[in-house]
């Protein structure tokens, strides 16, 4: 196909069909992801609007449960407030029995007159005075003469009072616990309503649910279906392949055998080879490390000849280098007095020099007005080169003199480095 592609002449509208194709192929693979993005994003929304309602029944269930159990909670809590009232009541009835054994004790004896009591410090016993208007036989015929008709009557008064108030407490108890079991009926029956609600909503839910559930089901069996045929498919095809593996496998498996024969063959072949070059191997071997061993004994020795060489060297070049750097100091030393020696004559020269130029050219300008030339001035003039060539002879020599430095100095550098 590729091929017969290679062979068909491009032309600009075959170019331009193929450039439309791909630019349609490249928008509806955009538009494709696009909408496949939307649709993920919706699915998302729905999983998680799904996820929230569900916790938010939880949560609601929860918090039914504990308000049924604060309600129990407050239930218990009025009953424990009727018991302590019930009892509160009793204790006020107990209080009222007390009150009239008390009176009843005290009309049975003599009623004492005032007490004086005295106390006194640092003591730990207590004086109690009891005044008394008599005797005992006084006391016996006072208890005698008391009229129990008027004890029993308050007996009877305290009884009936008490009667009352446990009457009165019975029916408050009474009242409370009607209240308290309407209250229950009312918070049973709203929780009730509330359980049937939740119940009803659950059912919608759980019904819609279902439908739901029952339509993937259908979507599921026919793509179950097409997945059937199509594995089916598969197998077969499968069958056939693992078939023709099966054939392939036996030749295979054929070829395999005879190639592990010739493998066993080769392989004893190349034991052998490499057993002979094993050992022709180790026999260079050794012969190469005894080889080694002399020549690393004779590099041993060079090196220490050379060692001892360097040593003798070195000492010598220390030696060389502080002759020389003791002869570059003098040579310096000697190079700046000739060097100041020479400024100061050159400096000399060049005003003797001067002076005679201009003397020569005065005698000079003389001699051509006025005579022909004498043997006076042919001495100075002998003299002025005489001075010349000896100036250019120190000159000479102090270019000499320089050059000597410089080649020492690069002696001193060769020799450092």
């Not at 693979?29 to 496949?36: F, G, K, N, R």
């Not at 009843?104 to 004086?127: C, M, Q, S, V, W």
């Not at 309407?182 to 918070?187: D, F, I, L, P, R």
């Not at 590099?299 to 030696?319: G, M």
Request: a neutral charge; proline letters at 1%; hydrophobic letters at 35%.
């Amino acid at each position: 196909m590729d091929a017969e592609l290679r062979k068909l002449p491009l032309s600009e509208d075959l170019l331009a069909y193929y450039r439309q194709r791909l630019e349609r192929c490249e928008q509806e693979y955009a538009d494709s992801q696009a909408h496949i993005d939307d649709i993920r994003i919706q699915h998302e929304d729905v999983h998680r609007t799904q996820w929230e309602a569900h916790t938010r029944a939880g949560e609601v269930a929860e918090l039914q449960t504990r308000l049924s159990e604060a309600q129990v909670a407050l239930f218990e809590e009025k009953r424990n407030v009727l018991r302590l009232l019930a009892e509160a009541e009793e204790l006020k009835v107990q209080e009222l029995k007390d009150r009239k054994k008390i009176r009843y004790l005290l009309n049975l004896g003599l009623k004492p007159e005032a007490e004086t009591t005295y106390f006194r410090d640092r003591l730990d016993k207590r004086i109690v005075k009891v005044a008394r208007g008599g005797d005992s036989a006084e006391l016996e015929k006072e208890i005698l003469n008391n009229q129990p008709e008027g004890a029993d009557l308050e007996i009877l008064s305290d009884e009936i009072e008490g009667l009352k108030l446990t009457v009165s407490s019975l029916r408050a108890q009474l009242a409370d616990q009607a209240k308290n079991h309407e209250a229950t009926v009312a918070g049973l029956m709203r929780d009730r309503q509330a359980a049937m609600d939740a119940e009803q909503a659950r059912r919608e839910h759980e019904a819609a649910q279902i439908g739901t559930l029952m339509d993937k089901v259908g979507k599921l069996r026919a793509l179950c279906r097409e997945n059937i045929r199509e594995l089916l498919h598969t197998k077969k095809s499968a069958h056939t392949h693992e078939r023709r593996l099966i054939e392939e496998k036996s030749a295979l498996l054929q070829t395999l055998s005879t190639t592990t024969q010739q493998l066993e063959t080769e392989k004893t072949r190349a034991e052998s080879a490499e057993k002979a070059i094993e050992a022709r191997v180790v026999k260079k071997h050794d012969a190469l490390a005894s080889e080694l061993r002399t020549q690393v004994g004779r590099y041993e020795k060079e090196v220490h000849v050379y060692k001892t060489k360097y040593e003798t060297v070195e000492k010598t070049h220390r030696k060389k280098v502080s002759v020389l750097e003791n002869r570059l100091a003098a040579v310096s030393a000697s190079y700046a007095t000739l060097k100041r020696r020479r400024d100061f004559e050159i400096e000399g020269f060049t005003n003797d020099i001067l002076a005679l130029r201009r003397q020569l050219r005065t005698l000079e300008r003389a001699i051509l007005k006025y005579a022909p030339l004498e043997d006076r001035e042919l001495v100075l003039l002998r003299i002025a080169k005489e001075t010349g060539d000896r100036v250019a002879r120190i000159s000479s020599d102090l270019h000499g003199l320089k050059a000597k430095v410089y080649g020492v100095e690069r002696d001193l550098h060769a020799e450092a480095f």
